[in-house]
């Protein structure tokens, strides 16, 4: 008791805040303190986040800003030609993330200097999706500076097509067509492509396992959210656009399936052509 009393004393003596030893920054990495400002970000924990996402600016932000003179547009190429410019990802996407915090904490002057400084001084960063692409932390800010200024709830969070998916479901048993049509175009916007890639490799319904089901996770999210926006026009009694999204939904994306969290896959575009059915029916 005595010893940690005279440590206490001794942080207090030397004018050090004891909250410097709340937070394990790792190896110092750019990398590793963006993952745990990520992880700060899901717990909700806004004075970790900007702990990680500070000392990375603090440590990197130079170098990211001398990275970005060098450009004039976003860096192409192989994944390693991106990932040279690995200050300049990271400091982005902890700008983003800080962003967040402060906009799920409603703090929205302090989000939007985070966003716009991102935008100002840290344009062609991109940040890594663990399922496999790069993808641009600037022109999310972009949207949500958008979003702040219009006063619009929808919040598309970690732009994950799960996240998304997610929204979307929330919005229709809100009964918020707009809000629904809102998440499912940001779906088909930014994961079309790969849905349509992952359909046109199948003949049949993936079945092996969970594990394989879920690897079309793209295919999957944008069949359900199809549905989901063809669900929301029906009870909104606009029935030749809940049509018209139905039948993309059967043509294009078929083998699309949907997890029930009672444990089990269910097929949208099955459903979407009982629902065509019973519309023409009418």
Same mark, same amino acid.
């Given at each position: 008791m005595k010893k940690l009393l005279f440590v206490i004393g001794l942080v207090a003596c030397l004018g050090l805040s004891t909250n410097v030893y709340a937070y394990n920054f790792?190896?110092?990495?750019?990398?590793?303190?963006?993952?745990?400002?990520?992880?700060?970000?899901?717990?909700?924990?806004?004075?970790?986040?900007? !702990?990680?996402?500070?000392?990375?600016l603090e440590l990197y932000g130079d170098q990211a800003k001398d990275m970005q003179k060098l450009l004039q547009a976003y860096p192409e190429g192989s994944n390693d030609d991106i990932f040279a410019y690995w200050a300049l990802n990271d400091v982005a996407t902890s700008l983003f993330i800080q962003g967040e915090a402060y906009r799920k904490a409603d703090m929205k002057e302090e989000a939007e200097e985070a966003y716009k400084t991102l935008l100002d001084d840290y344009t062609y960063g991109q940040a890594w999706d663990v399922k496999g692409w790069f993808w641009k932390p600037a022109e999310a800010a972009r @949207?949500? /500076? !958008?979003?702040?200024?219009?006063?619009?709830s929808v919040d598309f969070g970690d732009y994950t097509s799960a996240f998304l998916?997610?929204?979307?479901?929330? !919005?229709?048993?809100? @009964?918020?067509?707009?809000?629904?049509?809102? *998440?499912?175009?940001?779906?088909? @916007? /930014?994961?079309?492509?790969?849905?349509v890639e992952m359909q046109d490799s199948l003949t049949e319904y993936p079945w092996e396992s969970n594990e394989k089901i879920f690897s079309y996770w793209a295919l999957n999210d944008v069949g359900t959210v199809l549905y989901i926006k063809g669900e929301a026009l029906k009870k909104a009694g606009q029935t030749e656009e809940a049509v018209e999204i139905y039948?993309?939904?059967?043509?294009? *994306? *078929? *083998?699309?399936?949907?997890w029930d969290p009672n444990g089990w896959f269910w097929k949208p575009a099955e459903v979407a052509q009982q629902a065509l059915s019973d519309l023409e029916d009418l």
């Open positions: 790792g190896d110092f990495r750019s990398e590793t303190l963006t993952a745990k400002a990520w992880g700060a970000l899901a717990s909700g924990d806004i004075e970790a986040v900007l !702990a990680y996402t500070n000392k990375n @949207e949500k /500076l !958008a979003l702040l200024e219009s006063g619009k998916a997610t929204q979307a479901w929330k !919005a229709l048993k809100a @009964e918020d067509t707009e809000s629904v049509v809102t *998440y499912a175009d940001k779906v088909l @916007e /930014l994961y079309q492509s790969q849905a039948k993309d939904l059967v043509d294009n *994306y *078929y *083998y699309a399936q949907c």
